[in-house]
């Protein structure tokens, strides 16, 4: 699986953006999705994750508490690509945003392919 990031830019604190992550290759059906990020000097982060689902129920999502009630996850798997829509945006979710397939999990480690990464800067 092949991961490409986009959407990321500059925005004032309380504006939005929309994170792509577009995936190619033979593999996507069974994959969780996730959203990690990285801020300069910092380890990277846990944003949120979303399970495959293939059924009627959805899938399941989560996320960090320090994004609930403004970041929210989505995927179509029809067109493999996952999204992360980002509300009311903080000078402190400035940071490269990486989308990553693996395992429904907070941890890094369960994710097994990686995208290069979106940078989104905020402004105060």
């Known amino acids: 699986v092949q991961l490409v990031e986009s959407g990321g830019g500059l925005v004032q604190a309380g504006g939005s953006l929309r994170l792509f992550c577009a995936a190619s290759?033979?593999?996507?059906?069974?994959?969780?999705m996730g959203w990690f990020r990285q801020a300069p000097g910092q380890e990277c982060e846990f944003v949120s994750t979303i399970s495959w689902s293939g059924s009627w129920s959805g899938a399941s999502t989560y996320y960090a508490d320090s994004v609930k009630r403004r970041f929210t996850i989505s995927r179509d798997n029809a067109k493999k690509t996952m999204y992360l829509q980002m509300n009311s945006l903080k000078p402190e979710d400035t940071a490269v945003y990486y989308c990553?397939?693996?395992?429904?999990?907070?941890?890094?480690?369960?994710?097994?392919?990686w995208g290069r990464g979106t940078q989104v800067t905020v402004s105060s």
């Open positions: 990553a397939a693996g395992s429904y999990s907070r941890s890094s480690k369960d994710y097994a392919y």
């Open positions: 290759g033979p593999t996507f059906r069974g994959y969780a």
